[in-house]
């Protein structure tokens, strides 16, 4: 997930199925603290896999974006 120290990778945790969103609430995409939420996927032998990051397209210094995760279905 290409995490660094103080991106709080972790801070929130939805799990639906065979996905998982993991927010890191001190990631800076664009601005300091600004965060992200990653999303992976298991496949059937049991791997997870990266498949993306999403941020707030306004998101500012200290934004902390996921720090609450939702996911539904799968």
Do not use: H, K, P, Y
């Not at 639906?16 to 999303?39: C, K, P, Q, R, Y």
């Amino acid at each position: 997930a290409g995490s660094q120290a103080g991106d709080a990778f972790g801070s929130s945790v939805a799990i639906a199925g065979n996905t998982v969103a993991v927010g890191a609430t001190g990631e800076d995409v664009t601005a300091a603290d600004e965060g992200a939420v990653f999303w992976f996927t298991r496949d059937t032998a049991g791997t997870w896999t990266e498949r993306g990051r999403v941020w707030a397209s306004n998101a500012g210094s200290g934004d902390q974006f996921g720090a609450a995760a939702a996911l539904s279905g799968d």
